[in-house]
Nanobody
Framework: QVQLVESGGGSVQTGGSLRLSCAAS????????MGWFRQAPGKEREGVAA????????YYADSVKGRFTISRDNAKNTLYLQMNSLKPEDTAVYYC????????????????????WGQGTQVTVSS
């Protein structure tokens, strides 16, 4: 059974940083594209970043490029999202997601591109 458990959310002020973690179980560290999504109140869930392996190409939403960094430690089967220069518009519930594929692509930043989801962790950025 696939399980994705997020941690690291919290409240910060504008310009602050947070690091999210996603511990995966039930899936091999390889053969899965993994990513982060977020959903703000009243908005649809959107893809933030995705990566297939530690040294693989990283896909980012334009809104977070240059501020967020996705990384993956296959030895620990854990996905990370380092978020810097946070803005109030980054406030959302952040979800970890995974899909059994041979690699990530731009479509991995869409909900249809993922098969498994975590429960989410709240990130709140105050001005």
């Amino acid at each position: 059974q696939v399980q994705l458990v997020e941690s690291g959310g919290g409240s910060v002020q504008t310009g602050g940083s947070l690091r999210l973690s996603c511990a995966a179980s039930g899936i091999p560290p390889n053969d899965y594209c993994m990513g982060w999504f977020r959903q703000a109140p009243g908005k649809e869930r959107e893809g933030v970043a995705a990566v297939y392996c530690g040294s693989c190409y990283r896909y980012y939403a334009d809104s977070v490029k240059g501020r967020f960094t996705i990384s993956r430690d296959n030895a620990k089967n854990t996905l990370y999202l380092q978020m810097n220069s946070l803005k109030p518009e980054d406030t959302a519930v952040y979800y970890c997601a995974a899909a059994q594929t041979s690699g990530c692509s731009r479509s991995s930043l869409t909900e249809r591109g993922m098969n498994y989801w975590g429960q989410g962790t709240q990130v709140t950025v105050s001005s």
